[in-house]
């Protein structure tokens, strides 16, 4: 067990819609990363959240936005969703955001677009 | 620019046998490389990585990498493979100034009695 949680473990839903994934990063972690996992992309880094501010982004579509909140939990929020869109989504934290510190995965939540 | 590419997108061993699975780099920065293990159905856990010095890293579970700047290499290996080994392996390089990785596509690794 890595300490990071995400919820829901699983989420199935039609093209078109909106959905929200949660993450509560280790305790005292201050960076969140989320990835998303694909058969045909493998891992891809979207997003860092470093202490509620955005640090650094990767291969996120516009109809994707993340937010990290006070208490440092972090949602991912997926809009207009297609079926391309299906795919795992990991949430990781680290302590700092320090490029030498590891960062420990969540379970993942699957995502499936029907 | 960092980009990673694992040599395989499955390898089959014997119990017991070298277990060896393949991973070059590219980096525009000196690179701090990782190996992560991803069991079924759960995140991805750190094997080991490499940032600076020693090029010969221990990781856990038996397994080492070496980092080979000359060959941009840093394969993953284990002198005796484990059933507990079989998994998905994720090789993955982060520039030096950069706190994001990059993964490779991921290596299947299959044990067999």
């Known amino acids: 067990d890595s300490g990071v949680t995400q919820t829901p473990k699983h989420l199935i839903t039609a093209t078109g819609q909106r959905v929200t994934l949660r993450c509560s990063p280790r305790?005292?972690?201050?960076?969140v990363y989320w990835y998303q996992q694909s058969l045909d992309q493998g891992l891809q880094f979207l997003i860092q959240?470093?202490?509620?501010?955005?640090?650094a982004k990767g291969n996120i579509l516009e109809r994707f936005s993340a937010q990290q909140f006070p208490d440092l939990h972090s949602e991912l929020n997926l809009s207009s969703l297609e079926l391309g869109d299906s795919a795992l989504y990991f949430c990781?934290?680290?302590?700092?955001?320090?490029?030498?510190?590891?960062?420990?995965f969540g379970p993942g939540t699957r995502l499936t677009v029907l | 620019a960092q980009s990673v590419t694992q040599l395989g997108s499955h390898v089959s061993v014997s119990e017991g046998a070298l277990v060896l699975l393949r991973c070059n780099y590219s980096?525009?920065?000196?690179?701090?490389l990782f190996w992560y293990v991803q069991y079924p159905n759960q995140g991805l856990q750190l094997l080991l990585k490499?940032?600076?010095?020693?090029?010969l890293v221990k990781g856990i579970n038996g397994f080492e990498a070496e980092f080979k700047k000359s060959e941009t290499s840093f394969h993953l290996t284990k002198p005796s493979a484990h059933m507990s080994d079989a998994a998905e392996y994720f090789c993955?390089?982060?520039?030096?100034?950069?706190?994001?990785?990059?993964f490779g596509k991921g290596t299947m690794l299959l044990v067999s009695p």
């Open positions: 993955a390089v982060r520039g030096s100034g950069y706190s994001t990785l990059t």
């Open positions: 959240y470093y202490n509620g501010e955005e640090r």
């Open positions: 305790s005292g972690d201050l960076s």
């Open positions: 980096s525009s920065v000196p690179p701090y």
């Open positions: 490499y940032t600076t010095g020693a090029t």
């Open positions: 990781a934290s680290s302590a700092t955001r320090d490029y030498n510190n590891e960062q420990f």
